[in-house]
């Protein structure tokens, strides 16, 4: 590749003025004889190389100029100088041709070439707009070569626009490889939302086939045999496709995983002591799921054996010694005994912990994919062969490589809410929220959660200032007090009283509240929230038919108080379990849960949900650690898993309309 030094680039500002003065010498001269269309031809790009340089195309076109005065041939060789400028890697100068031949007129032979390099030139400019590029494409003629320069650039500009769809589509026009294009498309496919996926096959049909597998994998997402079996039809249909032989990885790697096998499970969990009550609850909702699987599977011996087993009072030797040669593990519930038990475990055992540690081990030292035991010993035994063929190792320096303990982590942490919270107002454009949260370590973990993730979303957006108005408040006097202040009601009162003082008139006005709060968030009691709600409507002052909507997360909501609750509460927004909305789809289960274990309080319902939940998802995590695009629809939410094996929980949203609860679509 040639570069340039400064007196190149003097020498070729030069040539590029000599051609200009050229054709500001007069433009190409009128001819009497009859006009004719030119019509425009394919595009002929010129490759760098040591011979030609982008100078010896503007003298050519200089030469061309004062030999022929003919427009189109010197129009295509300045072209022909900004391409090999742009393969240069010197869009400056490519970008000033390109500028001088556009002031000059460019003739419609020219147009689909110059529509290609102008693109080229300014999609990696800072502050392009992709849009008037994307329109400047459809000139673009295509031919052999051109379609894959046109492909590449839509592929580069519809992800800057974040339509992963159509950039997904012209990924597949470009030159990659089969497997860097499956790579590429899947990563995007698995990226949009469900809802979206008609309207994308419909729109895109060359992507029919991804968003095929993807179904097929959210189907057999429970059984890795049936996913395999599937894939060697869907090859089957669609022969001849990129999918055919170049399969995306981890859906390869989802295959060859074995069903859980799960014969045996121990739940850790406190039956006895001061957290008797909450362990026993999540031990009704583990057995709830239990029994849900008997009567779909009709039969009792194709289900695994339960042991619950009493972590209150246990050391971490006595629990392994209970837990013996059981492979599958839910449980502990408590942090500090998840911290002792866990690095004490044996080799191979899969665990769903029903807390996380404040911090989590390196996800590099642990087990991310819960494979089967066989396929376990089958790496450790590979990992075995390959480090020293020369000595064979002991059984003892063998199990040196095994490898550590298959662990997730799934809770009920208040800190997630907060961040749901953050996100779901951000993305609805509120930028200026109050947050309200009472003096108390729960709720000021929340906020502080909330404050955290609000600054890193609006440092994604490149702004500097995260705009927050806190309150905090201990009693009902400092919540009003925290509320009119914060809201400057106090000082609007204060402006008035003043301006009577010195009309000593009586001034007829309403005290006015801020303009640029646009969300107020509350994390607090459910009890202070019936309070802190009518405060928030009797102080805003709405004078532009704008109402300010207050937010809060179920630590707010409680279930047990009857109507007045939901009186106080009108148009609250918040998030919470689907199974404690009064539209969700498990109303069979509910109604056996209601018949079982009559007057459950709202906490019971929580983590009798958790309990259900966390035994569902025991034998999906293989896949859902593989597939990291799947979710679990459960009674606590939707349910994923990160990179650092924790269950991602995304809750449902409602508001309180009419004294009810109703459901709102995102």
């Given at each position: 590749?040639?570069h340039?030094?400064?007196a190149?680039k003097?020498?070729?500002?030069?040539?590029?003025?000599?051609?200009?003065?050229?054709?500001?010498?007069?433009?190409?001269?009128k001819?009497?004889?009859k006009?004719?269309?030119?019509k425009?031809?394919?595009?002929?790009?010129?490759?760098v190389?040591?011979?030609?340089?982008?100078?010896?195309?503007?003298?050519?076109?200089?030469?061309?100029?004062?030999?022929?005065?003919?427009?189109?041939?010197?129009?295509?060789?300045?072209?022909?100088a900004?391409?090999?400028y742009?393969?240069?890697?010197?869009?400056?100068?490519?970008?000033?041709?390109?500028?001088?031949?556009?002031?000059d007129?460019?003739?419609?032979?020219?147009?689909?070439?110059?529509?290609?390099?102008i693109?080229?030139?300014?999609?990696?400019?800072?502050?392009a707009?992709?849009?008037?590029?994307?329109?400047?494409?459809d000139?673009?003629?295509?031919?052999?070569e051109?379609?894959?320069?046109?492909?590449?650039?839509?592929?580069?500009?519809?992800s800057?626009?974040?339509?992963?769809?159509?950039?997904?589509?012209?990924?597949?026009k470009?030159?990659?490889?089969?497997?860097?294009?499956?790579?590429?498309?899947?990563?995007?496919?698995?990226?949009?939302?469900?809802?979206?996926?008609?309207?994308?096959?419909?729109?895109?049909?060359?992507?029919?086939?991804?968003l095929t597998?993807?179904e097929?994998?959210e189907?057999?997402?429970s059984s890795?045999?049936?996913?395999?079996?599937n894939?060697?039809q869907?090859?089957?249909?669609?022969?001849?496709?990129?999918?055919?032989?170049?399969?995306?990885?981890?859906v390869?790697?989802?295959?060859?995983?074995?069903?859980?096998?799960a014969?045996d499970i121990?739940?850790?969990?406190?039956?006895?002591?001061?957290?008797?009550?909450?362990g026993?609850?999540?031990?009704?909702?583990?057995?709830?799921?239990y029994?849900?699987?008997?009567?779909?599977?009709?039969?009792?011996?194709?289900?695994?054996?339960?042991?619950?087993?009493?972590t209150?009072?246990?050391?971490?030797?006595?629990?392994?010694?209970?837990?013996?040669?059981t492979?599958?593990?839910?449980?502990?519930l408590?942090?500090?005994?998840?911290?002792?038990?866990i690095?004490?475990?044996?080799?191979?055992v899969?665990?769903?912990?029903?807390?996380?540690?404040?911090?989590?081990?390196?996800?590099?030292?642990?087990?991310?994919?819960?494979?089967?035991?066989?396929?376990q010993?089958?790496?450790v035994?590979?990992?075995?062969?390959n480090?020293?063929l020369?000595?064979?190792k002991t059984?003892?320096?063998?199990?040196a490589?095994?490898?550590?303990?298959?662990l997730?982590?799934?809770?009920?942490?208040?800190?997630?809410e907060?961040k749901?919270?953050?996100?779901?107002?951000?993305?609805?454009?509120?930028?200026a929220p109050?947050?309200?949260?009472?003096q108390?370590?729960?709720?000021?973990?929340?906020?502080d959660k909330?404050?955290?993730?609000w600054?890193a979303?609006?440092?994604?957006e490149?702004?500097q200032?995260?705009?927050?108005t806190?309150?905090?408040?201990?009693?009902?006097?400092?919540?009003?007090e925290?509320i009119?202040?914060?809201?400057?009601?106090?000082?609007s009162?204060?402006?008035?009283?003043?301006?009577?003082?010195m009309?000593n008139?009586?001034?007829?006005?309403?005290?006015?509240?801020?303009?640029?709060i646009?969300?107020?968030?509350?994390?607090?009691?459910?009890?202070?929230?019936?309070?802190?709600n009518p405060?928030?409507?009797a102080?805003?002052?709405?004078?532009?038919?704008k109402?300010v909507?207050v937010?809060?997360?179920?630590?707010?909501?409680?279930?047990d108080?009857?109507?007045?609750?939901?009186?106080d509460?009108?148009?609250?927004h918040?998030?919470?379990?689907p199974?404690?909305?009064?539209?969700?789809?498990?109303?069979p289960?509910?109604?056996?849960?209601?018949?079982?274990?009559?007057?459950?309080?709202t906490?019971?319902?929580?983590?009798?949900?958790?309990?259900?939940d966390?035994?569902q998802?025991?034998?999906?995590?293989?896949?859902?650690?593989?597939l990291?695009?799947?979710?679990?629809?459960?009674?606590?939410?939707?349910l994923?898993?990160?990179q650092?094996?924790?269950?991602?929980?995304?809750?449902?949203?409602?508001?309180?309309?009419?004294?009810?609860?109703?459901?709102?679509?995102?």
């Amino acid at each position: 590749m040639r570069h340039i030094g400064q007196a190149g680039k003097m020498f070729t500002l030069s040539a590029v003025a000599s051609v200009l003065l050229l054709a500001g010498c007069g433009s190409t001269p009128k001819s009497q004889s009859k006009s004719v269309e030119v019509k425009p031809s394919p595009i002929e790009t010129t490759q760098v190389n040591d011979d030609v340089t982008p100078e010896h195309k503007l003298l050519e076109a200089k030469r061309v100029w004062a030999r022929t005065r003919d427009k189109n041939q010197r129009d295509t060789l300045l072209l022909q100088a900004a391409d090999l400028y742009l393969q240069n890697q010197q869009p400056v100068l490519a970008q000033q041709v390109l500028f001088e031949v556009k002031e000059d007129g460019i003739s419609s032979a020219n147009q689909s070439y110059y529509s290609l390099l102008i693109t080229k030139a300014y999609t990696d400019l800072p502050g392009a707009a992709p849009e008037e590029l994307l329109a400047m494409l459809d000139n673009v003629i295509e031919t052999d070569e051109t379609a894959y320069q046109k492909a590449e650039l839509q592929t580069k500009l519809y992800s800057q626009q974040g339509n992963l769809a159509a950039a997904a589509n012209s990924v597949l026009k470009t030159r990659l490889s089969d497997e860097q294009k499956v790579e590429q498309v899947w990563k995007w496919i698995t990226s949009l939302p469900n809802e979206s996926l008609n309207a994308v096959g419909k729109e895109y049909p060359a992507l029919a086939p991804f968003l095929t597998l993807r179904e097929l994998t959210e189907q057999y997402a429970s059984s890795p045999i049936k996913l395999a079996n599937n894939l060697q039809q869907f090859k089957q249909v669609y022969r001849g496709h990129v999918l055919e032989n170049a399969l995306p990885e981890d859906v390869v790697k989802a295959s060859k995983l074995t069903d859980a096998g799960a014969n045996d499970i121990a739940v850790l969990l406190p039956l006895s002591g001061r957290l008797a009550r909450s362990g026993l609850v999540v031990k009704d909702g583990i057995m709830a799921a239990y029994y849900t699987d008997v009567e779909k599977r009709q039969d009792e011996h194709l289900l695994p054996r339960l042991r619950f087993i009493d972590t209150n009072g246990a050391d971490s030797q006595e629990l392994i010694t209970e837990i013996g040669d059981t492979k599958f593990i839910i449980g502990p519930l408590l942090k500090e005994t998840i911290e002792s038990l866990i690095p004490n475990l044996p080799i191979g055992v899969n665990v769903l912990a029903l807390n996380r540690p404040d911090e989590l081990p390196d996800s590099s030292l642990q087990q991310s994919t819960p494979y089967s035991i066989a396929t376990q010993r089958a790496d450790v035994e590979n990992k075995a062969s390959n480090v020293d063929l020369a000595e064979p190792k002991t059984q003892g320096e063998i199990g040196a490589l095994d490898l550590p303990v298959s662990l997730n982590y799934y809770g009920l942490a208040p800190e997630d809410e907060a961040k749901q919270l953050a996100e779901l107002i951000f993305k609805k454009g509120y930028r200026a929220p109050i947050v309200i949260a009472a003096q108390n370590s729960l709720y000021q973990r929340m906020d502080d959660k909330f404050k955290t993730h609000w600054k890193a979303l609006n440092s994604a957006e490149n702004k500097q200032r995260a705009n927050i108005t806190s309150v905090t408040f201990n009693d009902s006097n400092s919540l009003r007090e925290g509320i009119t202040q914060a809201l400057d009601v106090a000082q609007s009162n204060e402006r008035i009283n003043q301006i009577e003082y010195m009309t000593n008139d009586e001034v007829y006005n309403m005290p006015r509240s801020r303009r640029d709060i646009d969300a107020i968030v509350a994390f607090s009691s459910p009890q202070d929230t019936e309070l802190l709600n009518p405060i928030i409507e009797a102080s805003l002052n709405p004078f532009d038919g704008k109402q300010v909507p207050v937010y809060a997360t179920s630590r707010s909501m409680e279930y047990d108080s009857g109507k007045n609750q939901w009186r106080d509460l009108q148009n609250v927004h918040f998030i919470d379990m689907p199974w404690l909305m009064p539209s969700h789809k498990w109303q069979p289960l509910e109604q056996e849960v209601q018949q079982a274990w009559e007057n459950q309080n709202t906490m019971q319902k929580r983590l009798f949900a958790f309990g259900f939940d966390a035994y569902q998802l025991l034998p999906q995590l293989g896949m859902l650690n593989t597939l990291k695009y799947l979710s679990h629809d459960g009674l606590t939410g939707n349910l994923s898993l990160n990179q650092r094996g924790e269950v991602v929980r995304k809750q449902p949203q409602a508001i309180i309309r009419n004294e009810k609860v109703k459901m709102l679509s995102e």
